[in-house]
């Protein structure tokens, strides 16, 4: 990894464009089984007429992502430090809420064996002379191999060519439809843009909001791309003066630049799914569930358009599903050795230390997503598992966020009225979404 060190913050738009990067990341984390499958699937249900939920939503939750952006620029230190200083009680050296995000994504373990077992079954489909039960393990050694150096630029460029890949294929599928009987018109698009909400589909409007943009993973890991692209090495440590606040406001507008160009991308991808859903499914009696969503329209491509078609459909779900499975590899790389720091597990402090468990986890998460996929063979049944931890853990990124934003207010940077009403319009609702969510279980 480079050596970093204290620099300006460039001021033309181009050259801020050199410094983007964990934005890409997030977004190979963000399009992943939800849109793939549940986002149309619920076009499928809502039609036109609902599409722009799935806008705000992506939208409206992108002010607690830049909450904790912004700690990790200014503090210069890992999330679970931070979240070590959270009020509440601690047990066995341990903040609450590092506990409950070690145990709470130890659960996910299922959740993330489903979508390595999703990649499988995309990729099976193009090349079925292999099965499926190997491409599983074939998929979790190439992620192992890609994670284990602990290189974020090897990350970075991966996340950037799997983001281009599943982007551009996504989209051609969705031109594609022009030519065939399910086309549809810019006016079909304008009436979900009405903000219209039937009562028959408030239910699905809720379900929307949910699944779509960024989620707790995405928001936590966040922070780890932040510091690693060294937004807060070239902000320095805070001294209190008028230099050190300039810098720092203007590394937090790139920042937020990144995040706004990360939104965009995962919000036209996840449109983009609606639409197919929407434009060929809606209406139907019988509306395929899971992997046979993907069997669904991969068929109606090829009846209509021939195989080259069905194969950049399959190639796009591929990747969409697999970047997500790396990027999770690659943020829990870090998150774990982080809370194993704070816990006193290992010297918090160790760069040797953290990069020997980085390469650990980099082989041993893998193991244990082809093993739970292998024994279970449900993916989506694996991926849903994981709905009701992701809603348990928001609660505390809004808690989270809310502390940060206290402590950090004084230093009236990036700070103003707008910034005020987007965070706290975002946490009214993802801990809306986040109860909803949980109170469905019972």
Same mark, same amino acid.
Do not use: C
């Given at each position: 990894m480079k050596h970093l060190v204290q620099k300006e913050p460039p001021q033309s738009f181009f050259s801020k464009l050199r410094f983007l990067g964990p934005g890409f990341i997030l977004s190979a984390s963000i399009v992943g089984s939800g849109e793939l499958i549940a986002t149309t699937i619920l076009g499928a249900k809502g039609g036109f007429i609902t599409f722009w939920v799935i806008l705000v939503s992506c939208f409206v939750k992108v002010a607690i992502q830049l909450e904790f952006g912004k700690n990790a620029i200014i503090t210069g230190k890992t999330l679970m430090?931070?979240?070590?200083? +959270?009020?509440?009680? %601690?047990f066995k050296k341990g903040n609450w809420a590092i506990w409950a995000t070690f145990m709470l994504t130890l659960l996910k373990i299922l959740q993330l064996g489903g979508m390595l077992g999703g990649s499988a079954i995309a990729i099976g489909m193009i090349f079925p002379q292999i099965p499926i039960l190997i491409w599983a393990p074939i998929l979790g050694i190439f992620l192992s191999f890609l994670i284990y150096k602990n290189y974020y630029s090897i990350i970075e460029k991966t996340a950037i060519l799997m983001v281009a890949g599943f982007t551009l +294929? %996504? +989209?051609?599928?969705? +031109?594609?439809?022009?030519? %065939?009987p399910f086309a549809f018109t810019f006016s079909d698009v304008l009436t979900g843009l009405r903000f219209e909400l039937p009562p028959d589909l408030v239910f699905i409007a809720i379900g929307a909001f949910g699944i779509t943009g960024v989620a707790s993973d995405e928001i936590i890991a966040y922070t780890y791309w932040c510091l690693e692209k060294g937004y807060a090495t070239y902000t320095g440590v805070n001294d209190g003066s008028k230099e050190w606040q300039l810098r720092a406001n203007g590394w937090i507008k790139i920042m937020q630049l990144d995040a706004v160009v990360a939104m965009v991308i995962y919000t036209l991808v996840t449109a983009a799914f609606y639409l197919l859903g929407a434009s060929i499914l809606h209406g139907q009696k019988e509306i395929p569930e899971g992997n046979e969503l993907i069997n669904s329209l991969a068929l109606i491509y090829t009846q209509s358009l021939g195989s080259e078609a069905r194969l950049a459909y399959l190639a796009g779900a591929f990747f969409v599903l697999y970047s997500s499975v790396f990027a999770t590899l690659a943020y829990w790389s870090r998150l774990f050795p982080d809370i194993f720091g704070q816990l006193g597990w290992i010297n918090a402090e160790s760069i040797t230390?953290?990069?020997k468990w980085v390469a650990i986890l980099a082989w041993l998460f893998p193991c244990l997503w082809v093993i739970a996929y292998l024994f279970i063979e449900m993916p989506t049944f694996m991926i849903l598992s994981g709905g009701a931890v992701g809603s348990i853990l928001l609660l505390i990124v809004v808690f989270a966020a809310i502390n940060f934003r206290s402590h950090n207010k004084f230093l009236k940077i990036a700070y103003g009225p707008v910034s005020e009403i987007m965070f706290w319009l975002s946490v009214a609702s993802i801990a809306s979404i986040s109860i909803y969510g949980i109170l469905k279980l019972f």
């Open positions: 430090f931070s979240f070590s200083k +959270l009020p509440g009680p %601690t +294929l %996504t +989209l051609a599928s969705v +031109l594609a439809i022009s030519f %065939t230390d953290r990069k």
